[in-house]
Nanobody
């Protein structure tokens, strides 16, 4: 069975950092693009970062996180990461990972609102 499990969330002060992990199993990791979503209370699910693999590795970020967050992959461990720096209170949310079919054109083919589609998510709280 396909499994994606998020971990690494927690509470941090503004300006702090966290690294989230998305541990996967049940599919060929290198055949799929990966993405991160988040959903704050009362807000819609937001796609914040994607990494597409073909024809070469390419990353894209939502304007709200660009320059602060970095998505990366460990193909040996089948894990996707989200490094989050300079966290702000607006980053408080449940974070989810997801996958999309890799089609070789840099386009994200996964869901645009994939919160909760695979894992339970991991809570990130940014507060002083």
């Amino acid at each position: 069975a396909v499994r994606l499990e998020e971990s690494g969330g927690g509470s941090v002060q503004p300006g702090g950092s966290l690294r989230l992990s998305c541990t996967t199993s049940g599919f060929t990791f290198v055949d799929f693009d990966m993405g991160w979503y988040r959903q704050a209370p009362g807000n819609e699910c937001e796609l914040i970062a994607t990494i597409t693999l073909s024809p070469s590795e390419n990353t894209n970020y939502a304007a709200s996180v660009k320059g602060r967050f970095t998505i990366s992959l460990d193909n040996d461990k089948n894990i996707a990461y989200l490094q989050m720096n300079n966290l702000k209170s607006d980053d408080t949310a449940v974070y989810y990972c997801g996958r999309g079919t890799s089609t070789g054109d840099y386009v994200w083919r996964g869901p645009l609102e994939g919160c909760g589609e695979w894992g339970q998510g991991t809570q990130v709280t940014v507060s002083s």
